[in-house]
């Protein structure tokens, strides 16, 4: 089956500082997705990215999808202690999801 | 804005007992889903359903799984003898059509304490 993973596994910057993830995936995708999750908490979409797109942005957010190299990048800039929590890759192919294994961020005020 | 609702948001059991994770998707959507998540491990697929019926399921959906939509507005998960191993965040989801362009809505959680 179909999975991003993401590296690094743990990523610890302070505040004000670019926080950047990876994910790789190993099939043909129809879009790939970030969300993050707070310690116990529900997952919270972030952003999608289509398969014929190649960057996209959505506020502090900026995802790049290089599908020759099947991989996504998340940067999230000017980072804040909010942003404490685990990231996720999903990819999307025949109406399932599948997902990667995250990236704890912590940021530190 | 609609929301996916997942009752209880916590349950402890006792082990080879029986569980029902219960989950109401936003009314007009069609496709439904479980997750799980093993605490400090991945999210994992447990089994997709649309028109009544399971559309795929992974290994890890195994006997001891069941899903039912009971009433048309219930989604529930229903694990027969539960296992110390199946201790975890269970995540209801729930999407429109079949190609989601703007990703699948989750619920906040069940976390599943079985002791």
């Known amino acids: 089956s179909q999975q991003g993973e993401e590296d690094p596994q743990a990523l610890s910057i302070q505040e004000g500082e670019n926080a950047t993830m990876n994910c790789s995936y190993k099939?043909?995708?129809?879009?790939l997705q970030w969300y993050r999750q707070n310690s116990g908490r529900g997952l919270v979409h972030l952003i999608l990215i289509r398969s014929n797109e190649r960057e996209k942005h959505s506020g502090r957010l900026r995802v790049t999808l290089d599908t020759s190299k099947k991989s996504s990048s998340l940067l999230i800039t000017a980072s804040r202690a909010a942003d404490t929590a685990s990231y996720f890759c999903?990819?999307?192919?025949?109406?399932?999801?599948?997902f990667g294994a995250g990236t704890r961020l912590t940021v530190k005020p | 804005e609609p929301e996916v609702t997942q009752t209880p948001s916590h349950q402890v059991t006792q082990m080879g007992q029986e569980v029902i994770l219960r989950c109401v998707p936003i009314?007009?959507?069609?496709?439904f889903y479980w997750y799980r998540q093993i605490l400090g491990q991945k999210v994992e697929f447990l089994v997709s359903?649309?028109?009544?019926?399971?559309?795929?399921k992974s290994e890890i959906f195994d006997d001891q799984f069941s899903v039912e939509r009971p009433d048309g507005s219930n989604f529930t998960l229903k694990i027969r003898s539960t296992k110390l191993e199946d201790s975890a965040m269970y995540f209801c989801?729930?999407?429109?059509?079949?190609?989601?362009?703007?990703?699948?809505?989750f619920g906040s959680g069940t976390r599943l304490t079985v002791v």
């Open positions: 009314s007009n959507h069609l496709y």
């Open positions: 099939t043909s995708i129809n879009n």
């Open positions: 989801a729930s999407s429109p059509r079949e190609f989601i362009p703007y990703g699948y809505t």
């Open positions: 359903f649309y028109n009544n019926e399971i559309s795929e």
């Open positions: 999903a990819t999307d192919a025949n109406n399932d999801m599948r």
